[in-house]
C-alpha cells in the first residue's frame, strides 16, 4: 500500500512526483538543499519538504533514499546522469531496492514496468528520482502520465481517486 511519495523537489522527475502526490492526496515527505534550492529557482512552499544543512544536492539524496522503502529512478537520457549514478550508489549502500525505468517518451511501457514492480516490492514508502527538466525536455509530463497509470493499478492510500 503505497502510502507516502519521496522526492527532492527538484524540476523534471522530483516535482512530477511532488505534484502526483498533491493531486491524489498521498503523504509527501523528504528533503531538499538548503534555501529550497531548485534549478528553477526556491522550491514552493506547497511542498512540504524538510531543508538539509547543505546547499549541494548529494546530501538531499542520501537522505531520501534512506527515508524510502524504494527508489525509483526516471532516466530519459541516452546515459546515467552523475545524479541518478549517486542515487544508484546510495540505494546499493543502504541497501534499498531500485529500479531504473528507461522508457522516455514511452508512457504505456514505463507504467506497466513500474506497475509490475511495485506489485513485486509492495513498498509503503516510494522515493521518485530522475532527470531534471532543463536536461530531459518533457521528463515531467512523461513521470505525471506514468505515474497516473502505474498507481491507479497498486493499492494506495486515496483509493477513492482510483
Not at 522550491?43 to 538539509?52: N, S
Not at 534512506?66 to 537520457?77: A, M, Q, Y
Not at 546522469?81 to 549502500?93: D, N, V
Amino acid at each position: 500500500m503505497i502510502e507516502t511519495i519521496i522526492s527532492g523537489g527538484q524540476t523534471g522527475a522530483d516535482r512530477a512526483a511532488l505534484d502526483f502526490a498533491l493531486e491524489r492526496g498521498i503523504e509527501i515527505q523528504g528533503y531538499c538543499p538548503r534555501g529550497r534550492r531548485a534549478d528553477d529557482g526556491l522550491l514552493d512552499e506547497k511542498y512540504p519538504l524538510r531543508e538539509t544543512k547543505s546547499a549541494a544536492y548529494a546530501p538531499r539524496t542520501r537522505l531520501n533514499v534512506k527515508l524510502g522503502d524504494v527508489t525509483i529512478i526516471f532516466n530519459g537520457l541516452p546515459e546515467y546522469s552523475s545524479g541518478t549514478h549517486t542515487t544508484i550508489r546510495y540505494a546499493r549502500e543502504h541497501k534499498k531496492k531500485f529500479k531504473v525505468l528507461q522508457g522516455f517518451p514511452n508512457v504505456t511501457k514505463d507504467a506497466e514496468d513500474l506497475k509490475r514492480w511495485l506489485k513485486e516490492h509492495n513498498p509503503q514508502k516510494i522515493n521518485v528520482a530522475g532527470n531534471r527538466e532543463e536536461k530531459c525536455a518533457g521528463i515531467y509530463a512523461h513521470v505525471l502520465a506514468v505515474l497516473r497509470q502505474a498507481i491507479a493499478g497498486v493499492n494506495c492510500r486515496s483509493s477513492s481517486l482510483e
